[in-house]
């Protein structure tokens, strides 16, 4: 009786391991696959971190700094100055130096959007995938063009002078609108490759990006500001100055000179 014991409990023993053994091989199996994951998710975002070193990571700040300067700064600050040079006498030399500082800003900023997609074409790869690359190929296209038509501009005076302001105008402030939403537009590309925060430059650059248009919209009331400080002059007041230039026109007109007596006996 004893030894016919052992088989039975030698196939109860089996037969509880072997019933117990999917489910602890699938324990086993899915905390594995957890941290397999876990690793998985840390190497590749260390990856992606390693991927950029240090000296592309300042290649890229200073290719955003440069275009930054162009398209955030100089552009918007030359748009601002042509603005207040129409508050100007024309033939004033007030005028003319608000032109020139206008071309010189413009120039300057061309120039640095230049030495900011060289330095584009020749640090990074350039694939063109992604909307701030193919929107920064087509703002430089447009900025080229807009400085053309700056140099081939029309007398005053000329009928196509109305034509070249329209396009010159319009194509300078499609230019500046998107040149801003590029710089956004950096700014995630920026933090998404470097994985470095961009909320501080986000708010500092709206923040210019408010005054500046505060600036543009405030420029277009200030004449009109002005003359609410100044005291109308009443109908009353027009309709006095009406009459004594009537009453000057019905005076005698007196004429100097020699009078002979026919004259006098007919006046």
């Known amino acids: 009786m004893h030894i016919s014991c052992k088989p039975v409990v ?14 602890i091989d699938c324990s086993i199996s899915h905390e594995e696959i957890t941290h397999f994951e876990i690793d998985t998710h840390k190497s590749l975002n260390s990856k992606t971190y390693k ?75 350039n694939s063109f995938d992604n909307s701030h690359q193919r929107l920064g190929l087509a703002l430089y296209g447009a900025i080229l063009v807009q400085a053309l ?22 194509l300078g402030t499609i230019v500046s609108l998107a040149g801003i939403i590029n710089i956004y537009t950096g700014l995630k590309a920026y933090h998404k490759r470097t994985l470095k925060g961009t909320g501080l430059l986000i708010i500092l650059f709206t923040a210019q990006v408010s005054l500046i248009a505060l600036i543009y919209l405030f420029q277009d009331k200030l004449n009109y500001m002005k003359k609410q400080g100044v005291t109308p002059i009443s109908e ?18 007196v004429q100097c000179g020699k009078r002979n007596a026919l004259g006098n006996l007919f006046d």
């Open 10 to 23: 030698s196939i109860f023993i089996l037969a509880c391991y072997v019933s117990t053994f999917p489910f």
């Open 51 to 125: 991927q950029v070193s240090p000296q592309k990571t300042s290649d890229i700040a200073l290719h955003g700094l440069l275009l930054w300067a162009s398209m955030g700064f100089l552009m918007p600050l030359g748009i601002l100055i042509i603005r207040m040079s129409s508050r100007v006498e024309p033939e004033s030399m007030k005028r003319r130096v608000f032109f020139y500082l206008h071309v010189a800003f413009q120039m300057l900023s061309v120039l640095v959007a230049t030495v900011g997609a060289a330095m584009s074409l020749k640090k990074f790869e």
């Open 149 to 170: 038509i700056g140099f081939f501009r029309p007398h005053r005076g000329k009928k196509e002078r109305s034509y070249w302001y329209f396009v010159h105008w319009m």
């Open 236 to 253: 009353s007041s027009h309709q006095d100055i009406a009459q004594r230039q009537n009453q000057k026109e019905l005076l005698p007109v």
